[in-house]
């Protein structure tokens, strides 16, 4: 997963989710794209499509940001806020952009967890 998007915790009876972007990459960013990769984001996973088709738009609404990320991130993404039922957008200090202010990764720890080290049989295979 890119740490430009950090998809984090869900709740699986009513697939909420939080997303928290990076703060290198919104520096890169304007106000004005900014809020377009919010405004984005938040439509995309209100938008009643299935993953693959937010995957494809969201690919392209991210290139023409200037934000460039693996196919899989992109895939990963859509996955979650095309299921998601509410989705929070947070900066990864914590300030929530977008959602409930409760559901920002200071207050949730994300349901994986593990270590960095890759002999740690704690360690998941994917996160």
Do not use: C
């Not at 409760?102 to 949730?108: V, Y």
């Amino acid at each position: 997963m890119s740490d430009s998007f950090q998809p984090g915790h869900e709740h699986a009876e009513s697939r909420d989710a939080i997303v928290t972007l990076s703060t290198p990459m919104l520096e890169q960013l304007d106000e004005r794209q900014r809020r377009i990769l919010v405004n984005d984001l938040v439509e995309l996973s209100q938008s009643g499509r299935d993953p693959h088709a937010v995957s494809e738009i969201l690919g392209e609404r991210l290139s023409k940001l200037g934000i460039e990320q693996p196919q899989h991130v992109v895939d990963r993404l859509s996955e979650n806020i095309a299921q998601a039922t509410n989705l929070t957008i947070s900066l990864d200090d914590g300030t929530v952009l977008h959602g409930d202010p409760s559901w920002s990764p200071a207050t949730h720890d994300t349901d994986v967890k593990g270590t960095e080290d890759p002999e740690n049989g704690e360690r998941p295979t994917y996160s």
